[in-house]
């Protein structure tokens, strides 16, 4: 929801909430192109999606089975993990073979970028990622530079004693 122009998501507790880091758990919805009508049921379905997320509820057209080319189905979603693009109806319980691949169609999944944990690109595109790089990159460069300096230096110091000795030698 908006608030003041402000975005504002609500979700569930947990203990390892931050408040700078977005969720990467969201409700999207889930097609199910070709799936016989008579599988139209919640109870049917989530046992099915078990492995793209929790089953949130059918669209009012699947409930009602008004749509027969497909179900949709609001599931939410982990991010982090990938989401598979069929899964496997088993007719037959003893019988493996016996069944078919369901595929499965995503609507507008939001990116998630891992590394600062934020929706809206990946990681690639990531600003935080880009500048903790370049800072990373500097500070590399400052300590060869300084790695070559203490060496020059103490190449100085070797030619200036050698240049010394050979002086003292020579009034010697």
Known sequence: MTIEGKLMRIQT????????EETPIVPIWVL?????????????????????GKVLYLDTTSIKRARASMAKVK??????????RHVWIGLDDEDLTIGRWQP???????????????????IDEC????????FNKRKELETE???????????QGNENRQTRIKEQEEQQ
Do not use: A
Not at 127 to 134: L, Q
Not at 145 to 155: A, D, M, R, V, Y
């Open 13 to 20: 507790w947990t203990p390892n909430f931050r408040p700078e």
């Open 32 to 52: 199910l192109p070709g799936l016989p009508w008579h599988y139209f049921k919640k109870e049917f379905i989530s046992p099915l999606l078990e492995s793209v």
């Open 75 to 84: 599931v939410q979603v982990d991010l982090t993990k990938t989401t598979p």
């Open 104 to 122: 499965i169609e995503y609507e507008n999944i939001p990116l998630y970028c891992s590394y600062c944990r934020h929706q809206g690109h990946m």
């Open 127 to 134: 600003n935080f990622k880009i500048r903790d790089e370049e």
């Open 145 to 155: 530079k300084k790695s070559i300096n203490k060496t020059e230096q103490g190449q």
